[in-house]
């Protein structure tokens, strides 16, 4: 079975500081992995996607994660944070393109000023 | 969020009442996907549609919970009777492609359920 552990409930950084959100997968196959981010009474939004063409990954608002196999993991970063990336940020996997995705429990990103 | 409409976005109900959600995604597409967010949580599959069909409803309460999809455009989801357990999101999605062939998951705003 397929599961997302996302280290850290709540993550709290200065604004201009590196962004680091932490991500574990287990997968029995090859595994699709995303990135959304949830901004407050909203729905999700997609920052990125790994489907194995690249190990890492460029997403929208600075964003990048890399994935590491040998680890089975997909850390978000970014490299100076800013206000507007206060949000509620979720690790996914999925089998196969269009196949259910199964989420972590989410990371609370805040940036002081 | 601009390719899916959901209403209500806001529904507060009693225990033991009846409720139901509706999804329109702007443009067709086969794949629809009804999901659960419960506070603090991650959101949860509730049940996946292509076209009228349902490909995956393993996770849907089938006592309370039921959901159609209707020529394969609009859904429902419909509770009978909520309990105070599904205060929750309830997220539609649907999947296009882009660019490059990829196809991926998009949500749209949600509507946000309070059982009292």
């Known amino acids: 079975a397929q599961s997302v552990t996302q280290l850290g409930s709540h993550v709290s950084v200065s604004e201009g500081a590196l962004v680091l959100l932490r991500c574990n997968y287990s997968?029995?196959?090859?595994?699709?992995l995303f990135w959304y981010v949830q901004y407050p009474n909203q729905g999700l939004q997609l920052l990125l996607k790994?489907?194995?063409?690249?190990?890492l990954v460029k997403g929208i608002n600075g964003f990048e994660a890399e994935f590491k196999k040998s680890e089975t993991s997909f850390h978000l970063t970014k490299p100076s944070a800013h206000m507007s990336d206060a949000a509620e940020y979720f690790c996914?996997?999925?089998?196969?393109?269009?196949?259910?995705?199964?989420f972590g429990q989410g990371t609370e990103l805040s940036v002081k000023p | 969020e601009a390719g899916v409409a959901q209403s209500p976005r806001y529904k507060i109900i009693e225990k033991r009442q009846s409720v139901a959600f509706w999804c329109n995604p702007i443009s067709g597409h086969a794949t629809l996907y009804w999901y659960q967010q419960i506070l603090g949580q991650g959101p949860k599959l509730l049940i996946q549609f292509q076209n009228n069909g349902v490909v995956d409803d393993s996770q849907l309460p089938k006592d309370r919970f039921s959901a159609e999809r209707l020529k394969g455009v609009d859904s429902t989801l419909k509770i009978q009777p909520a309990k105070l357990e599904d205060s929750a999101v309830y997220l539609c999605?649907?999947?296009?492609?882009?660019?490059?062939?990829?196809?991926?998951?998009?949500f749209g705003p949600g509507t946000r359920l309070l059982v009292l």
């Open positions: 999605a649907y999947l296009h492609g882009t660019v490059g062939g990829q196809e991926t998951q998009y």
């Open positions: 996914a996997v999925s089998k196969n393109q269009g196949g259910k995705l199964i």
């Open positions: 997968s029995s196959v090859p595994p699709y």
């Open positions: 790994y489907t194995s063409a690249a190990t």
